[in-house]
């Protein structure tokens, strides 16, 4: 069964933590994405990976960092550095972020994490 | 002005009832156009592409109008599973980071 697989489903971190969230595909799809959204708004784009090796931020990149060693990984890591985490994030791919009109993306469950 | 804008509602509408809904967006170099379709709590689902012509899937209508700027979305004989939020996607460019993701449109269905 294809799909792109979140964990964990709830998170939660204390105060000066770093938590790694994971986000899996077995779709072969080449672009992964991280967003963040927050109650009532739409999401925003953290960081994103068109190919392994390779990564760009995105509009709100400060405070994580990510990495993709292989195409079905693309990890999220919330540092200590980000004030304000308590979000629902969601991890997507896309099969080739070119050409745009197909640019579809599936998404992960999504991490609820929280502050303690 | 945000680059992507919808009426957040919600939208409250009966059983069977016809709804629509738009969607602003403010690059008009923006080149393709997407609704998804968000349950409370889940993950967003790709409802529909929409395409300069319009198009339809089954009680689903979505039509792009590129002189004013909007994209809508049209559901007829609304279902009590239709209540969801609906997101306008709006990319604008060749980057990741000019895929736009509107707020969303809360719709409830009522029996």
């Known amino acids: 069964d294809g799909g792109i697989t979140q964990s964990p489903k709830y998170l939660f971190r204390k105060e000066g933590q770093n938590v790694t969230l994971s986000c899996e595909q077995n779709l072969n799809h080449d672009a992964m994405y991280w967003y963040r959204q927050d109650p009532g708004q739409g999401l925003r784009l953290i960081y994103y990976?068109?190919?392994?090796?390779?990564?760009q931020k995105g509009d709100i990149a400060e405070g994580y960092s990510v990495s993709r060693e292989k195409k079905e990984s693309f990890p999220l890591t919330v540092t200590s550095a980000q004030k304000n985490p308590t979000a629902f994030y969601l991890c997507?791919?896309?099969?080739?972020?070119?050409?745009?009109?197909?640019?579809?993306?599936?998404f992960g469950a999504g991490t609820r994490l929280s502050v303690l | 002005r945000k680059e992507v804008e919808q009426d957040p509602g919600p939208f409250n509408v009966p059983e069977g009832a016809t709804v629509a809904f738009n969607c602003t967006y403010s690059?008009?170099?923006?080149?393709?156009f997407f609704w998804y379709r968000q349950d409370c709590r889940k993950e967003p689902k790709l409802l529909m592409s929409v395409y300069s012509s319009g198009n339809e899937d089954g009680r689903f209508t979505a039509q792009l109008n590129r002189a004013s700027q909007y994209i809508s979305l049209l559901i007829r004989d609304s279902k009590l599973s239709d209540s969801a939020t609906y997101l306008c996607v709006v990319v604008g460019g060749s980057s990741a980071s000019k895929i736009i993701f509107g707020s969303g449109t809360r719709l409830s269905i009522r029996p």
């Open positions: 990976s068109q190919i392994v090796n390779d990564f």
């Open positions: 997507a791919s896309s099969i080739d972020p070119q050409p745009l009109t197909k640019n579809i993306q599936y």
């Open positions: 690059n008009s170099a923006s080149q393709s």
